[in-house]
C-alpha cells in the first residue's frame, strides 16, 4: 500500500523550535511537499525537496533522506501565527504533478 | 497572484440529489485536482485532470465523476449524493510536479 506517516499532534512555545516528521511508502516518488493549512483556509504551499539534503525558506526548513524513505518540517522561531496543520505529501509523478497526502499534523504555539 | 476560485463555501443538499461543484484558476495550468478532506485523513485525491477533456481516477472515485471542457474550469460531480459525502472538498491547479494552489474549500453537507 501507500502511506504516509506524521504525528498528529505537536505543541510548543513561542520562540522554540519544532520538527515535523514524515515517513513514507510509496510505490514511485518524484519528491516531498510540505502545505500549511491555517483553521478554516485552504493549504498553502511551503517548501519541496526532490534530493537528499536540506532546504531553507527563511524560518521554515525542509530535509529529505531518500534512502530512509524520511523528511521533515523545521520551523524556528515559533510564533503564534505558525499554529495550524501541516502536511507532507509525496510526489508520484513528474508531470501530471498527482500528490498522496499524509493525515496532518497539527502544531499548536503557546506563548 | 495564482487564484482559484471555488463556487460555494458551503452547500447543503439532500440525499439523492445532483451536486455540481465548480472550480476556476486564472494561471493557464494545465493540472487541475479535486480532493476531499475528513477529520483525520488528510486530503484524498478524488479526480483529477491533465488537460482539457482528460482526466484520471485518483484514489476514491466511487460515486463522483468530473468535467474539465475549458482549461480553466474543472467541475466535479455527485451523481446521487449520499451522507457520507459530506466533507470538505478542495479544488487546486498547478503548472509544475510540486506546487499545487488551492481553492478555498467548498463544506457539502449532505442531509
Known amino acids: 500500500g501507500q502511506s504516509l506517516e506524521q504525528p498528529s499532534e505537536v505543541t510548543a512555545v513561542e520562540g522554540a523550535i519544532v520538527q515535523i516528521n514524515c515517513t513514507y511508502q510509496?510505490?514511485?516518488?518524484?519528491?516531498l511537499s510540505w502545505y500549511q493549512q491555517h483553521d478554516g483556509g485552504a493549504p498553502t504551499f511551503l517548501s519541496y525537496n526532490a534530493l537528499d539534503g536540506l532546504e531553507e525558506t527563511g524560518r521554515f526548513s525542509s530535509f529529505l533522506s531518500r534512502s530512509d524513505s524520511y523528511g521533515y518540517l523545521l520551523l524556528q522561531e515559533l510564533q503564534m501565527k505558525d499554529s495550524a496543520s501541516y502536511f507532507c505529501a509525496v510526489s508520484r509523478s513528474s508531470n501530471t504533478g498527482k500528490l498522496i497526502f499524509g493525515q496532518g499534523t497539527t502544531l499548536q504555539v503557546k506563548p | 497572484d495564482v487564484k482559484v476560485t471555488q463556487s460555494s463555501r458551503y452547500l447543503v443538499k439532500r440525499t439523492g440529489e445532483k451536486v455540481f461543484l465548480e472550480c476556476v484558476q486564472d494561471?493557464?495550468?494545465?493540472?487541475m485536482f479535486w480532493y476531499r478532506q475528513d477529520p483525520g485523513l488528510g486530503l484524498r485525491l478524488i479526480y483529477f485532470?491533465?488537460?482539457?477533456?482528460?482526466?484520471e481516477k485518483g484514489d476514491i472515485p466511487e460515486g463522483y465523476s468530473v468535467s474539465r471542457e475549458k482549461k480553466e474550469r474543472f467541475s466535479l460531480i455527485l451523481e446521487s449524493a449520499s451522507t457520507n459525502q459530506t466533507s470538505m472538498y478542495l479544488c487546486?491547479?498547478?503548472?509544475?510536479?510540486?506546487?499545487?494552489?488551492f481553492g478555498p474549500g467548498t463544506r457539502l453537507t449532505v442531509l
Open positions: 494561471m493557464d495550468h494545465e493540472n
Open positions: 487546486a491547479s498547478s503548472l509544475t510536479h510540486n506546487e499545487q494552489f
Open positions: 510509496t510505490s514511485g516518488f518524484y519528491g
Open positions: 485532470s491533465y488537460d482539457v477533456k482528460m482526466k
